[in-house]
């Protein structure tokens, strides 16, 4: 689990830092979402660590690889500049994968309608929010 939550983090970081290499406003964005989702993040793998009988130590220290993680994305990122343009489309790539192969199979497994619609508002969302802001 560790360490696939690694890797995922590690795009994180790329995600951030090819953002802010594309426009700062994309990049705050990105680290605004980033940074809304790692909180959560960090918490829940130093619980399942400590419901698993993991010392608090050893929580502590699987949450601030995770930090470390997306740091190593963010300058790794930063050394290769000139790959922007692999960085970005390959973190989203990232992130679709992990919301095709883990969310999208929770929200099947809910009844009725409420949680698929909710998936669709959020991507019609996204879709509205594109449209508005192409060219800024």
């Known amino acids: 689990m560790l360490f696939g939550l ?8 790329i995600a951030i830092a090819s953002g802010f290499l594309v426009s700062n406003w994309l990049g705050w964005v990105v680290f605004l979402a980033v940074f809304l989702h790692k909180m ?5 793998v130093a619980s399942v660590m400590l419901a698993s009988g993991a010392s ?13 993680a997306t740091l190593a994305g963010v300058l ?15 973190s989203a790539g990232v992130t679709l994968y992990v919301a095709a192969t883990d969310l999208l199979p929770e929200v099947n ?11 669709f508002v959020g991507v019609a969302l996204l879709f509205v ?5 192409k060219g800024v």
Do not use: C, W
């Open 6 to 13: 690694l890797i995922h983090t590690f795009f994180d970081g």
């Open 40 to 44: 959560p993040e960090g918490f829940t």
């Open 56 to 68: 608090r130590r050893v929580a502590f220290t699987a949450s601030a690889l995770l930090g470390a």
């Open 76 to 90: 790794t990122m930063g050394l290769l500049q000139q790959y922007v343009n692999v960085g970005l489309p390959l």
């Open 109 to 119: 497994k809910e009844h009725g309608v409420k949680m698929p619609l909710l998936v």
């Open 129 to 133: 929010l594109d449209t508005l802001f």
